[in-house]
């Protein structure tokens, strides 16, 4: 294994990359270019260099600055700089959702682990829970300060 030197680089979009996640041989990434890509890790390519087919690519009007996606890889939690989550269905590349849910930069988008409610958290110092199905805000609460990233999402019934 090589340290210490840099032994693949590859440029992916036309701006800094915001946020970006790894899941089944899949990397979504996401940029202040105003874009999501979606790139597909092909394991049995030359293992010095990173190789990554192109998929897709989620337009936005804003730049992202985060992402996250669900578990089965059919939707895109995404957040942009002025502050509007939007909630993508991959297989046909589309918006099924978009709120203006922060004043200012989205800082961190979640889906639960049962893929049923989404997080959000913004330079609002607000924290939203949205249940996925319906779009209705379960929570809202103002955190004091801004929240970078949310390990998980559990909210109960009462």
Known sequence: MEFGRVISQLTLHDDAISDMFWQ???LFT???DS???VWLYDPVADPKKLSLAPIMELDHDAGVSCIHVNSSNSQILSGTKDGNVYLWD???QTVLRQTQSHVGQVTCVK???DGQRMVS???DCYMRVVDINTGTEILAKDL???IRYVISVWVSNP
């Open 24 to 26: 089944d041989n899949m």
């Open 111 to 113: 889906f639960s682990k």
């Open 35 to 37: 874009t999501i890509k």
């Open 90 to 92: 991959v297989e046909c």
């Open 144 to 146: 004091g300060q801004s």
């Open 121 to 123: 958290c913004g330079e």
């Open 30 to 32: 996401c940029s202040w």
